[in-house]
């Protein structure tokens, strides 16, 4: 299996702040890796596809980025609405598998 | 807007097997893959497999001898049968879209559409 981390598990931020959260895969994944939000007690929410591409709907504030096996999702001014988990998902191999998330939380 | 709306039972007792069922709203039934996934404190989100509309499946190896997933097109829906449950098997269980069927190509996508999640509790 393809194995995802992230970085930081916890990453404590206030409104208006830019953030950064890592996510690398253990080999190449051909940029077939999505983004999303989790907030408690619903499903996760797709935010962006194929390393960069912005799902439908999503505020802009929101980008992701890669370099080799390394994805960075950036949340440019967080929102009040943006305090959440995040994970990192890769669909490259037969078996998809998710990072183990990073909470962002109010500082 | 494509809603997926799952049900199934939520309280087990060890050795029996879990079903549930995942319902389709709109019509990409036929032009789209269909997961299975489930999350728990311990293992985080884990993917445990997918069908297609023609009946092919794939599943994550580390549950595939407990693991069947199967599709009605005539109702939009598609079922998971996880056998001999264990208290490790206890998570929120969620359908998902993926994959697209496009042309006889398989495209790769992420999980767009969720259903709203069950809560499954195995225990004496």
């Known amino acids: 299996d393809v194995q995802m981390t992230q970085s930081p598990a916890t990453l404590s931020a206030s409104v208006g702040d830019s953030v950064t959260i890592t996510c690398r895969a253990s080999?190449?994944?051909?940029?077939?890796l999505a983004w999303y939000q989790q907030k408690p007690g619903k499903a996760p929410k797709l935010l962006i596809y194929k390393a960069s591409n912005l799902e439908s709907g999503v505020p802009s504030r929101f980008s992701g980025s890669v370099s080799g096996t390394e994805f960075t999702l950036t949340i440019s001014s967080l929102q009040p609405d943006d305090f959440a988990t995040y994970y990192c998902?890769?669909?490259?191999?037969?078996?998809?598998?998710f990072g183990p998330g990073t909470e962002v939380e109010i500082k | 807007q494509v809603q997926l709306q799952q049900w199934g039972a939520g309280l087990l007792k060890p050795s029996e097997t879990l079903s549930l069922t995942c319902g389709v709203s709109?019509?990409?039934?036929?032009?789209?893959?269909w997961s299975w996934l489930r999350q728990s404190p311990g293992k985080g989100l884990e993917w445990i497999g997918e069908?297609?509309?023609?009946?092919?499946?794939k599943k994550n190896p580390s549950l595939k001898s407990r693991v069947t997933i199967s599709i009605d097109t005539s109702k939009s829906q598609f079922s998971l049968k996880l056998t001999s449950v264990t208290a490790a098997d206890t998570a929120v269980y969620y359908c998902?879209?993926?994959?697209?069927?496009?042309?006889?190509?398989?495209?790769?996508?992420?999980?767009?559409?969720w259903g709203q999640g069950t809560v499954v509790t195995v225990s004496s």
């Open positions: 069908i297609n509309h023609r009946g092919s499946t």
């Open positions: 998902q890769q669909y490259d191999s037969y078996s998809k598998t």
């Open positions: 080999q190449s994944i051909n940029r077939w």
């Open positions: 998902a879209r993926t994959n697209q069927f496009l042309g006889g190509v398989t495209l790769p996508r992420p999980f767009d559409f």
């Open positions: 709109d019509g990409s039934f036929n032009t789209y893959f």
